[in-house]
Each structure stands twice: as structure tokens, then as C-alpha cells.
């Protein structure tokens, strides 16, 4: 062992004040009083996000599709938006349904 | 036994007895406050920072999987609490290059008892680049034990060999004046 080591390792212990440790306990007392915060809901959010691929790509297929002379939009209509939201609502309660029966908790205990 | 005692505290914890975390403060409140001050130096701030420690270990207890020693975990979260505090907080400390003025032999015989030598060794610690810093703080506060300080500070052995060697070669250079000639020829 150096002198570098010696000097290092030989440090004085410094005493915690008489109050340190009731401080301490105080702090955690008042973090232990706050309620968690909410976790993010991130598997209805997966859910969520899923379910938007594919509506996503019937709704681009159905704004193309309504450009096309011809298309559904040439009669004013556009059965395209309303097909992407169905489409949307569907893909979102289908994926649920899946996420539902891997985990049995359901929805209510997803979070986090 | 420690352990022992330590996992048996964070077991009532984590039923919702808030008050068995008194135990763990009280057995690890001087190594925590202690570890804290070799960061900084200054015994209000050690305390301040070794209580955000003590908070942050609470909060995340609940994390703590048990499969190393309750102290490794305890000390790993300390230690990333200080270093993320002191990213923040400027310390006292002294510029290496002020120290490479002072290292003049004759200047420590006269005005410099050897504790104070020490604590501008100590000091200049303090002052290296963050990864050399943290090595040695921890290092020689796990009594030069290098595989506890690897896990302390998540990092591999070599790697923590590696950081020792360089961050003690800056120290020897910088203080050339203040250590014995033994310890530069070690270099």
C-alpha cells in the first residue's frame, strides 16, 4: 500500500448529526403519505396503437381510392372515413379482447 | 447477520410497516453520510445528499430483487443519487491545475501539517473528471475491495481497473510535490 493508498483509505469516519436520522424518517414518512403516482396505461395504449395500423392503412387506401375517377368520393360520399373508424373501433376492441385473455387481470390491472 | 437483519427490515417495508425503515437508517446512516462526503467534502451537503439516498432507496425498495447483499443495492443507489445531485451542485473543489502549482516540496514542509496534505489529496479527487472520481471514491471507501466497487458502480472489474490506474496516474502527476517520489515512480 502507497502513500496515495493511505492517505485514501485512512479518511476519519465523519458522524452523522443527532437529528440525521429522525430527519430521514421524516422524509420517508411524508413520501410514504403521498399516493403513487397514476402508471401509464401502457397496454390499452399498445391496444391502441395497434389497432391504428391497420386503420391507418384503410384509411390510405380509401383517400387513394376516393382519388380514383370513378371512386366512391365522384358521388359527394365518403364511406372511406367512416370505414377507417370502423375499421379503428374494431381493430382497438379486437386487440383488447386478445390482450384481455393473456393476461386474465383484464384492463382495470394493466397499468403498469 | 447485517444482511440478514437488513432483509428481514425491507420485508416489513414492503408489508406497510413505514417505521422498519427506521432500522435500515440507522444501521447504514453512517456509511451513506460518509460515502456522501467524500463526493463533496461538506458535511451539511453529505447529509442532505445521503438523505435523498435514504428517500430514493424507500421509494424504490420494492425493486430490490435480493440477489446481492442489501448494502451492494443500498450503495449502488446512493451512489447514482450523488453523482446525479453533483452533476447539479458545484462543490468546493480544488482545479487540478492550482494543485500542480502547490505541489512544491518545500512549501508542504512548512505550511502544510499532514493532515491538510491529506485533505487536498482527498480534495483533488474530488476535482478529476467524473469516471476516475467515482472509481476512487468508491474504491477506497469499499476498503479497496475492487469487485464491490465494480458492483456499486455497475460496472465491470477491468473496467474499474482500468479507471483506478488512470485516475491515481492524474493524481501522482498532479501532486508530484505533495507525495513521496516512491509513489510517482510507480507510474
Known sequence: ?112 | MGDEADRAAVRRVLAGEVDAFAEIVERWQGPLVNLAYRYCRDPGLAEELAQDAFVRAYRALARWRGEARFSTWLFAVAFNVYRSRLRRVRVAEVPLDALADLSDGRLVDREYERRDRDELVRRAVVSLPEKYRDALVVFYFQEMDVAETARTLGLPEGTVKAQLSRGRAILRRKLAGLLPAADLEEE
Not at chain 1, 469516519?13 to 437529528?19: D, G, K, Q
Not at chain 1, 384509411?59 to 365522384?74: E, Q, V
Not at chain 1, 370505414?83 to 386474465?104: E, F, W
Open chain 1, 1 to 112: 500500500m502507497d502513500e496515495l493508498d493511505q492517505i485514501l483509505s485512512r479518511e476519519q469516519p465523519l458522524a452523522p448529526s443527532p437529528r440525521f436520522a429522525a430527519t430521514v424518517m421524516a422524509a420517508v414518512r411524508a413520501e410514504a403519505a403521498v399516493p403513487p403516482p397514476l402508471p401509464f396505461p401502457w397496454k390499452p395504449a399498445l391496444a391502441g396503437l395497434a389497432a391504428c395500423v391497420p386503420a391507418t392503412a384503410w384509411l390510405c387506401w380509401a383517400a387513394l381510392d376516393s382519388g380514383a375517377p370513378g371512386g366512391p368520393a365522384a358521388d359527394g360520399a365518403s364511406p372511406g372515413l367512416a370505414l377507417a373508424v370502423l375499421a379503428l373501433a374494431g381493430c382497438y376492441a379486437l386487440v383488447s379482447v386478445l390482450v384481455r385473455r393473456m393476461d386474465p387481470g383484464g384492463l382495470t390491472e394493466l397499468h403498469g
